[in-house]
């Protein structure tokens, strides 16, 4: 893809073959006890087994990574403290060889080795629990 050489992102559209799960970093950090994506990367890599982007601009600027999961795991989503991005709708996703910050747009935390090697639906959902545990008390909202 040209916009992938041009601008080092594309945009994708869930639906068929995969679909994305947001998360805010914060719920990501604690999960994987770091401060930032390069601090928690390898921890993430070890147990979410698949594609991860971070993008700055997410979450209100605050920052958030999304999941790449295949797509029956859209028809039961139902995590707290995360988004499943629409179907049919356009995903920002980073160049394939962007796995490093630059300039504010999405990068790979992990990056995809095989359209066919995805996340697995509950090692993101454990992953995300795990986080949101650990910031949000007992029966509250992660603000």
Not at 19 to 34: K, S, T
Not at 72 to 92: F, G, I
Request: charged share 15%; glycine share 10%; net charge neutral.
């Amino acid at each position: 893809m040209s916009s992938w050489k041009e601008n080092g992102a594309a945009y994708l559209i869930p639906g068929g073959l995969f679909c994305a799960v947001m998360i805010p970093a914060a719920v990501m950090h604690a999960a994987a006890e770091g401060d930032s994506p390069q601090a928690c990367a390898g921890r993430i890599a070890d147990v979410l087994e698949g594609p991860v982007f971070y993008d700055p601009s997410a979450f209100r600027q605050e920052g958030g990574y999304t999941a790449i999961l295949p797509a029956s795991a859209a028809l039961v989503w139902r995590v707290p403290s995360t988004v499943l991005h629409p179907s049919r709708r356009l995903l920002l996703v980073p160049a394939p060889d962007r796995c490093e910050p630059v300039g504010g747009r999405p990068w790979w935390v992990v990056p995809l080795e095989s359209p066919g090697l995805l996340c697995a639906p509950q090692l993101v959902a454990c992953f995300a629990g795990l986080g949101r545990r650990r910031i949000v008390p007992a029966g509250g909202e992660l603000q």
